[in-house]
């Protein structure tokens, strides 16, 4: 097991987040709005023929309340349509809608269609006060409706709605850190084993024996994607094994800074196995971001070169099964990790053996082996338990509600259903 | 009988009497090259495109859920289509895309037209030609339907157009400003449009969709996907997607379900149901060659057992 | 410095991230951040077109295995470029958008890169006869329940489905095929595919923070 010297970032990268929170609250109470996105302004009074004219009601029930939980900037209306907005036959023709900032002159703020019954007002100023009206008019007539009470947007500092959303968080978040340091300390912890990993150091081996390249395919993502950064930590594993024995890589990647990255991590693993004489950039090879235009360069590296060993870690897509089918059809052994669920089934029906979902994830930790990776996993398992119990309690509680009509097992349901859901 | 229903019989007959000798080999334990699959599917998608072979085709319920959705919405709402694909995907979810943008056209729907993948909007460029083009003229850009293009930065996009559209868009493809397009009277954000369909399979798609604008938005969305990615919306059917469909057959239950209401349609080309011709072909090979599979491999276990 | 300039970022960087979830002000932030890796990227692109024509010059010029090819990926990589870049074909001139209707740009997009994007994905249906060959015996309990699900999926799929279970009365239609199809993809597949989900949403949290919390480094080139 490799024992890493002990990361103590903790402290220095705790002050520097409170003096980037400090510094951003201070900006936030000086930050200028841009300027408000006015509509063309168009002069409200229409001048009325002397024919017949089309008399409608004006909207009621025009309300202006502050939009909750956001940076003071948005306030939403909602009304009543005019009732002579029918669907059919409609004697209004639309809305426009008004805006009057701290007592001044009216402005149209936009132009609605029949039907519409509510508006968000954004990029306000929370130091303002504003106020609305709505005008209904139909061919030649315009019926205005009341002025709003002012009222000025208000900044909320917390989003109180996800109140649930970071308890869960705060939860599952603390178990992995408090496992993570479990492990530090010394506690022995238990992980299962995952025989797409345990196969890794065979497949490795199968490739030196055999003398041909290990083709190492961190799928076609970007390094903003998770599922790729896990691909070039499984990789940043993987090449020390293949430093240690020489055996040959090769990998083809779609994006250029995945293209980056993997470079210096297999320099690095060189470096570590005291072999950078070995190391090569053209072990690393960007090929192009068109999804099929990969597939078909990386086919065409596997039917001419014939690897031993296929990983294919990272995200895919459609391709997936043309990359398996052309791997084994070489007589390659596969082992492939994704967390896209539309292609699992075709690494499982095509590849020697595959890491389902989280178990990419977990790889590069199961691989490392170091007690502070594996207390992460334990944390993830407070997640599943809390998952699994809420799953089973809601169950039962829709189950038993909706058959007998208990009204406590109702409120259950809708009291999970708060909890895990976010606004 | 014409030459092309004696074409369909004798390949029907070459693929049949193909398979059947297959069979017959595998019960004698004799492995099928890969090879052969493939040409038993060349020859399973190609007889019905070289001679046609149609079926009719009822709507399911997920199918039928977008369809309702697009009949009931009022005349002169406002309908958004994203076409979130590139070429390898077109021709399953083209069809599908050009049937919901006919549909919408003639309900008298002012349809935004947009795409989060830059190749998507050459894909767009031509449903445009096609559908609206052809089928359409007397339609006039801006006023009844608009095309904004792509624009880069997948959910980055729809992050802002949930609250601002035309701080995304603020011209349309042909550089006519925002305020200046009749389709956006009384539009600011996606939360005024009536529906959002996104037709694509990858990323972005329909689930970004679905998290940055429809939950949050409250606008109802309708997905269009590829086969392979349908399994993955049914989580989120019927409560955030209002309808899903699936790949080639369900374009082609939505092209029949239009042309049972709007029977006018018949004369028009209908790819998806010409394409179940092939699909379901290729599906009955692809069953009987893991029946011979299977056959083959229990015949193998049987003889090991012997020995 | 090396490694923990990218380390200080990459905290700093998440924890902002989760904060503006529930600091409205800061909601923003996550979006601009979106944008800065957005023009990052777009500096890539030079990284790997540059690599490209390297490594296939490179090839070519020492007449390597298969040289023939690198001929073909710069010649493809020069025309495009310059194509794109200079407007050439392009009926609205230099000032035009490169995918202007009628320009060669466009042409060569719709004739040239669509149908050999739309090949390769169209190589899936051979694909999937080959594995499905190979995958669907029934070697065991688990493998037979996978047989007859596939078998059913792929007959509801097709209208030989309604065929062949359409006499069924309406009281027994979940027995129909088709329905059956729907059923397979709506319970059994559905919650598989949402536990899958759960699992890989809690990976995607533990691994997340082990790389904000710099437990996790090998990405950035080596081991601690």
Known sequence: MHVGKSTSLYLPQLFFLFLFICNFLLLSLVYAQTDDPLLNSEDSSVAIPDSELVVVAPVTSLIAEDYKYDDGKQINLSWVPSIDDQLVGSKVLGYRLFRIIDDGKPELLAKLRCGANSYSDGKLKSESVYSYYLEAFSKNFIATSTRTVPISPEREWINFDRKYLFLLAFIIGGAVIFFIESARRGKKLFVRKIAGLEAVDEAIGRATEM????LFIPGILDMNDVQTLAGITILGRVSQQIANYDTKIRMPVSRSLVMTAARETIKAAYQTAGRPDQYSDDMVNYVTDEQFGYVAAVDGIMVREKPATVFLMGAFFAESLILAETGNSVGAIQIAGTARPAQLPFFIAACDFTLIGEELFAASAYLSGEPKQLGSLKGQDVGKGIAMAAILIGVLAETIGTAWNVEFMNDVVRWLTILFTTQ | MTMVDIGRLISLIFIGGGLLWLFISGLKGKEVDRRIIFLFIFLSVATPILFPITFGEKATPVVKAVFDKVESLPEGSRVLISFDFDPAMAP?????????TRHSLTKGHKVIFMSLFATGQALLTQSLRKVVGEEFPELEECKDYVNVGFKAGNEGVLNVIVTDFKKMFPTDVNNVPYDSIEVFDGIKSCKDIDLIVSIGGGMPGVKEWVLFVGDPGNVPVAAGVAAVVAPQMYPYYPEQILGILGG??????????LIKNYPHFAEMDTPALRMMGPQTLAHMVIMIFIVIGNVLFFVSRRKRRGK | MKREIPLLITFIVGVVLIVSVFVPPTETLGEDFSVFFDIIAVFAFFLGGGNLVQSHFSKARKRQTDWGYSIVTLVGFVAMLTIGLFKLGNPGGISAPPTAEGSLFQEIFDFVIMPL???????????VASAS????????????????????????????????????????????????????????????????MIGIGLGVVSMSLRIILGIERTYLGGDD
């Open chain 3, 133 to 196: 060959y190979r995958a669907f015996r029934a070697k065991n309990r688990e493998a037979t329940i996978l047989l007859v699900a596939a078998f059913i999926i792929l007959l509801g799929r097709t209208p030989f489905g309604m065929l062949v279970t359409g006499w069924i009365p309406e009281s027994f239609d979940i027995l129909q095929i088709p329905n059956m199809a729907i059923w397979i993809m709506n319970s059994p597949n559905l919650a598989g595919q949402r536990a899958i």
């Open chain 3, 117 to 127: 994007s739309a090949t390769m994905y169209s190589l899936l249906a051979f694909f």
């Open chain 2, 248 to 257: 080639v057959k369900g374009a082609a239950e939505y092209e029949s379900e």
């Open chain 2, 92 to 100: 399953e979810v083209q069809p599908m895309a050009n049937a919901i």
């Open chain 1, 211 to 214: 003398g041909r390249p290990i």
